[in-house]
């Protein structure tokens, strides 16, 4: 157990919808990244908050938006949902940052079905 | 570009064999490298990394890798494989990324480990 809660596990969906996943981070950590793992694209960064405050983005789509609340918990809405949006997200935290020398620590993630 | 590649896809091993698994990076600025395994079903846990010093890093469960800086390699080993190592091994690297070092993933090697 890495310390990292993500819920809901499992989500299936149908097209056009909109889900929220949650994430909250190991006790301390200040910095939450968001990944999404499929097939065809692997492990692809999404976006990372540090502290309330969006801090470095990848190749997020525009239908997908991220925050950080001030108990330090993270959300990634999802909207607009297309058949190539499932995937597993994976939620990581680490302490700082984001400074060389960050490690990152991996929730169990969310398996997102959209039909 | 910057990049991370993993030239093994598929790996499959009987028990009591060596393994190594290749990992490349394209990277031009400090490397902090990493080693993470996804047992099947399961989130990605860290298995090793490196910051600096000595090239050759140990791990849990008994792997190594060795950081060849003129090679731009970070190959990940263990002298005898057993069948609880079948699992989904990723190769990392930090890249800087808008000011945030952010770890980009290789597209995974599966290992397979025969009993």
């Known amino acids: 157990d890495s310390g990292v809660t993500q819920t809901p596990k499992h989500l299936i969906t149908a097209t056009g919808q909109r889900v929220t996943l949650r994430c909250s981070p190991r006790?301390?950590?200040?910095?939450v990244y968001w990944y999404q793992q499929s097939l065809d694209q692997g492990l692809q960064f999404l976006i990372q908050y540090y502290n309330g405050e969006e801090r470095a983005k990848g190749n997020i789509l525009e239908r997908f938006s991220a925050q950080q609340f001030p108990d330090l918990h993270s959300e990634l809405n999802l909207s607009s949902l297309e058949l190539g949006d499932s995937a597993l997200y994976f939620c990581a935290s680490s302490v700082g940052e984001g400074g060389t020398g960050n490690t990152i620590y991996f929730g169990e993630g969310s398996w997102l079905t959209v039909v | 570009a910057q990049s991370v590649s993993q030239h093994n896809h598929h790996v499959i091993l009987s028990e009591a064999a060596s393994l190594e698994l290749g990992c490349n990076y394209s990277y031009g600025g400090t490397v902090n490298l990493f080693w993470y395994v996804q047992y099947p079903g399961q989130h990605l846990q860290l298995l090793l990394k490196?910051?600096?010093?000595?090239?050759l890093v140990k791990g849990i469960k008994g792997f190594e890798a060795e950081f060849i800086k003129s090679k731009f390699s970070f190959n990940l080993r263990k002298p005898s494989v057993q069948w609880s190592d079948t699992a989904e091994y990723f190769c990392?690297?930090?890249?800087?990324?808008?000011?945030?070092?952010?770890?980009?993933f290789g597209r995974g090697t599966s290992l397979i480990v025969h009993p």
């Open positions: 990392a690297v930090n890249m800087e990324s808008g000011g945030s070092y952010i770890p980009t």
């Open positions: 490196y910051f600096s010093g000595d090239p």
């Open positions: 006790s301390g950590d200040l910095s």
